[in-house]
C-alpha cells in the first residue's frame, strides 16, 4: 500500500526557506507510517525516530519545538534547511541568500 504521508525534503521548499515547520500530528502520521504503530501522539520513541529520518532525507538538522502554554508538550519540529542554514558547534546561522 502506498504511504499517503511523504517525509518533507528540504528539495519540497523554496530556497529561500531556511527554516520549515512539521506540526507534531505529520510526526505522529509519518512515524505510524513508517513503523505500523498506531501512536496518536509524540513521545519519546516518536521523537527520536524523526530526529534519526530527518538528515536521511536531507535536512541539516532538527529542532523540537514546545507548545507556549504547556512548554512540556510538542509542537512539532523546525527543519534546517542546507541551502540557507550552517550549523556549527550548535550555534546556527541563517544566510540570507544561497550564494553567502
Known amino acids: 500500500m502506498p504511504k499517503k504521508h511523504k517525509f518533507p525534503e528540504p528539495s519540497d521548499y ?6 520549515v515547520f512539521c ?7 509519518l512515524y505510524n507510517e513508517a513503523t505500523g504503530q498506531k501512536r496518536k501522539s509524540i513521545a519519546k520513541k516518536v521523537i527520536e525516530w524523526f530526529k534519526e529520518e530527518a538528515p536521511k532525507h536531507g535536512w541539516i538538522d532538527s529542532f523540537e519545538l514546545p507548545v507556549v502554554q504547556k512548554p512540556t508538550k510538542s ?5 534546517f534547511n542546507p541551502t540557507l542554514v550552517k550549523v556549527e558547534h550548535h550555534l546556527i546561522t541563517i544566510k540570507s541568500s544561497p550564494e553567502d
Request: charged share 35%; proline share 11%.
Open 23 to 29: 506540526p507534531n500530528d505529520r510526526v505522529v502520521k
Open 14 to 19: 523554496q530556497k529561500k526557506d531556511p527554516l
Open 75 to 79: 509542537a512539532g519540529f523546525v527543519l
